[in-house]
């Protein structure tokens, strides 16, 4: 497994060179940007830093992909409109979260709350499992089964890199991960973010925060079907102000846009 996704990171880096050329850098602004994109049908990339797409950042709020077919492969949550998270009561930042919510509801407003509870009854054998069973980045969820994927100070984050998040994405496409076609195609459904003439796209974003409380990471990423081709992508972001996931898909979809396919 470990040597199929160095193949893929080697080949990332070869294709990256010449790919590059494809993506106006000022869409990046003041960013320290990592993006990849490949292309299914041709098997081409795009890899505009490949240092920087080989860098292990924690995932932030893009480990819900995995969080969710984990939870939908134990029965844990059923269909995309079922009613899933109950509300505690407890008034949180984001208005959207202070209420009961489908799991197409609280993947899209990313609810932090209604994933904690998820990871608790998952519990951290079976998460263990899964994710060594995926090959998720490093795999460590030692700084606790409801943080794990929340950057906090003094304690050890999962981490992955664009490069891996892309190549799990493809295995995931392909089949090749211990979930169903059934559970595969409800995350798809919760994931669709834009839908155009030209292309649809589905991911999901991922923000950091520092101990000041200010924007630290930004992350989006997916796949974007267009004109009968699959581009499946990752792009994280570091630097500048306040970086966060709507930066960075805002950065992915000024690249398709100007590619003609969203």
Known sequence: MKQIVFLLFLFLSICAVSDAQEIDKSFFGEYD???VIYNRSTGAVINVNPARSAQRLSPWSTFKIYNTLIGLELGLIKGPDDPWYKWDGVQREFDVWNRDLTLR???RASCVPAYKILARQIGATRMKKYLEQIDY?????SAGI????????????IMISADEQVALLNKLLDGKLPFTEHNAAILRDVMEAARTEKGTLYGKTGSGRGADGAGSEGWFVGFLESS???YVFACNITGGKNPSGKVAREIVE??????GRL
Request: no cysteine; proline share 3%.
């Open 146 to 157: 409801d943080i794990f994927w929340l950057d906090r100070p003094g304690a050890d984050s």
């Open 254 to 259: 000024n690249v398709f846009r100007a590619q």
């Open 228 to 230: 009968g081709t699959t």
């Open 33 to 35: 940007t990592a993006l």
């Open 137 to 141: 980045g490093n795999k460590d969820i």
């Open 105 to 107: 509801e609280a993947f």
